[in-house]
T-cell receptor, first 115, second 110 residues
Framework: KAGVTQTPRYLIKTRGQQVTLSCSPI?????VSWYQQTPGQGLQFLFE???????NKGNFPGRFSGRQFSNSRSEMNVSTLELGDSALYLC??????????????FGPGTRLTVL | GQQLNQSPQSMFIQEGEDVSMNCTSS?????WLWYKQDPGEGPVLLIA?????ELTSNGRLTAQFGITRKDSFLNISASIPSDVGIYFC??????????FGQGTTLQVKP
């Protein structure tokens, strides 16, 4: 069974630009969560999508948005990039979303660098 | 908000040594998860704990769910070079989001 895939793996953008990252979950998984990982803040939850609906959201500004398609693939978008948005963006999929027994499987991440 | 405090922040040990790390919270958690992240990869689930007092092993790894439900411990016995990485504890917040500790970076000297 293929794992979670994320594209692109690396991205370099300049301040003010926008970026779209893509995540393909494990086949059969309907929940996709996004996390931002930085050395200073660690792993922080961005949002979770289930059946094309945002089900949960972290404490990030509105510049961070996402969506999920009918095939469960998800994209996240960051508009008006800032230097502080440089991070590893991780996507995780699970069968139905976080519960006591629903394991999240992470992709390798997209490394975003904002210059 | 809820936070997980993980310690130590980093460890540099000799191959063959045992390792202990822990995670504490000011609030109660009903589930404790331990992940490992290799360089350039996403975190991988090592052990999941669902009951206070539970002790679970996965090979050389052993994790315990603290009786108070406010802490958890991970032990690695007889460390080997491939144990190198960042170890995270995690648990579900009261809003359902998964929150992570800051991580313990482990380096193993052959």
């Amino acid at each position: 069974k293929a794992g979670v895939t994320q594209t692109p793996r690396y991205l370099i953008k300049t301040r003010g630009q926008q970026v779209t990252l893509s995540c393909s979950p494990i086949s059969g998984h309907r929940s996709v969560s996004w996390y931002q990982q930085t050395p200073g803040q660690g792993l922080q939850f961005l949002f979770e999508y289930f059946s094309e609906t945002q089900r949960n959201k972290g404490n990030f500004p509105g510049r961070f948005s996402g969506r999920q398609f009918s095939n469960s693939r998800s994209e996240m978008n960051v508009s008006t990039l800032e230097l502080g948005d440089s991070a590893l963006y991780l996507c995780a999929s699970s069968l139905a979303g976080f519960s006591l027994t629903d394991t999240q499987y992470f992709g390798p991440g997209t490394r975003l660098t904002v210059l | 908000g809820q936070q997980l405090n993980q310690s130590p922040q980093s460890m540099f040990i000799q191959e063959g040594e045992d390792v202990s790390m822990n995670c504490t919270s000011s609030s109660i958690f009903n589930t404790w998860l331990w992940y490992k992240q290799d360089p350039g990869e996403g975190p991988v689930l090592l052990i999941a704990l669902y009951k206070a007092g539970e002790l679970t092993s996965n090979g050389r790894l052993t994790a315990q769910f603290g009786i108070t439900r406010k802490d958890s411990f991970l032990n690695i016995s007889a460390s080997i070079p491939s144990d190198v990485g960042i170890y995270f504890c995690a648990g579900p917040s009261n809003t359902g989001k998964l929150i992570f500790g800051q991580g313990t970076t482990l380096q193993v000297k052959p």
